[in-house]
């Protein structure tokens, strides 16, 4: 670090700095890695086991399964659901593509139902709107960190009889109403992929639920359809998760919510800077939600000339996400067009991620906030 107040106001600042986290806990997780080395115990052993309970016990709900990754979660969870070729699942066109493509992953179809503009999430008037016959399921994302707003989906769900999954990548330890992600519909996914909050050094997942049955179903699906070694009950998967992940993700969840603490402080400094700021918007949170604030996202109508005095100021920012999946190449063949979704396209030309990360530090927030504030009044 420079001593050099000149030098350092222009040394960059990324959207996200993964090495200002290894440096606070890089010997522990060396000390991880080596506690599975010795044991040369490295698929479906003790470390997975203790992850599966201290994730259920996070969010509250009694069974955890270890998978290989957010995908793979949610591509089993949705198989647990029933979901096979030829049936619709309703999902939101605004989130990363993975998504959509377990649905497809599947044989079955995906059937967007737009977002609410403020909260980014699946709206739940919507849905209703999309439900057919083959309508077998309903995922829910997260995004960004926020809950969906899950009690009018779980009760029309309920009267519907249709299961909900959570997309619950970005927002692991976030609440809603007192109860946090994971907890809020029928099976719940998460993602430990390296930029997420709770993230391993490589691939890993989390399938989380109540159901006891639910549960013993994943872990036959997860490992070749087995029950028992060498007795395939039904088609399944490799989908474990790995003992070296496990071990290096249980030491750092022994951090995420002081984590999620500095997060949330960063969180409300920006949005302080900016609430004074005509034309940004920075990110709305319902009263009796907790935002984990995976991404502190703005909405700005200016997007791109504002990302790109950004970048020449050395200041890292992302979209997240530019195409939405109804207008994705992917699913042309599903016929959707522009105009159709129109909540998700427009967010998609006007959200923009700013650095935020655990470790950001005040000045180099202040330098965010100040080139934004320049960049409106010019
Ligand atoms: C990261 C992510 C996934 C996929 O997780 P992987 O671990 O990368 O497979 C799925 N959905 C959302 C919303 C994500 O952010």
Redesign the pocket.
């Known amino acids: 670090m420079s001593s050099n107040p000149l030098a350092a106001s222009y040394s960059p600042i990324p959207q996200l700095d993964l090495a200002a986290q290894y440096a606070a806990v890089g010997g522990e997780v060396r000390e991880a890695i080596e506690r599975v080395l010795s044991s040369q115990q490295f698929i479906l052993g003790r470390e997975g086991a203790a992850l599966e309970e201290e994730i259920a016990r996070l969010c509250g709900v009694a069974h955890g399964v270890g998978v290989g990754?957010?995908?793979?979660?949610?591509v089993l969870a949705l198989r647990s659901c029933g979901v096979a070729a030829g049936d619709e699942v309703i999902l939101p066109p605004f989130?990363?593509v993975?998504?959509g493509s377990?649905v497809s992953a599947l044989g079955a179809k995906p059937v967007f139902a737009d977002i609410h503009p403020n909260t980014y999430n699946i709206d739940p008037a919507q849905i209703a709107r999309r439900v057919t016959p083959r309508t077998r399921a309903i995922v829910v994302?997260h995004?960004y960190g926020l809950a969906a707003d899950m009690d009018p989906i779980m009760e029309f769900a309920h009267e519907k009889n249709l299961p909900v999954v959570e997309?619950s990548?970005?927002a692991i330890g976030a609440g809603y109403k007192g109860r946090r992600t994971g907890s809020l519909g029928d099976v719940a996914?998460f993602?430990?992929?390296p930029t997420?909050n709770l993230g391993a050094c490589g691939?890993?997942?989390m399938i989380v639920t109540n159901s006891a049955e639910r549960a013993a179903r994943l872990r036959i699906l997860r490992n070749h359809g087995q029950k028992e070694k060498y007795v395939s009950l039904e088609p399944g998967w490799n989908g474990r998760l790995d003992e070296i992940q496990a071990a290096i993700l249980r030491v750092k969840l022994r951090y995420l919510a002081e984590w999620q603490r500095a997060r949330q402080a960063h969180a409300a400094e920006y949005t302080r800077e900016f609430s004074q700021i005509p034309g940004i918007m920075p990110p709305l949170v319902p009263e009796g939600y907790d935002h984990v604030f995976h991404q502190y996202t703005i909405r700005v109508e200016e997007r791109d000339r504002l990302q790109h005095v950004l970048t020449a100021k050395k200041i890292g920012s992302a979209v997240y996400y530019p195409v939405p999946l109804h207008l994705q190449p992917l699913y042309a063949s599903l016929g959707c067009k522009a105009g159709d979704f129109p909540h998700a396209e427009h967010a998609a030309q006007e959200v923009l991620s700013l650095p935020m990360y655990p470790e950001l530090r005040p000045a180099q927030l202040a330098r965010v906030a100040e080139a934004i504030t320049e960049f409106v009044r010019h």
């Open positions: 990754s957010g995908t793979d979660a949610l989130t990363f993975a998504t377990a994302v995004l997309d990548a970005q996914c993602s430990f992929y997420k691939d890993a997942g």
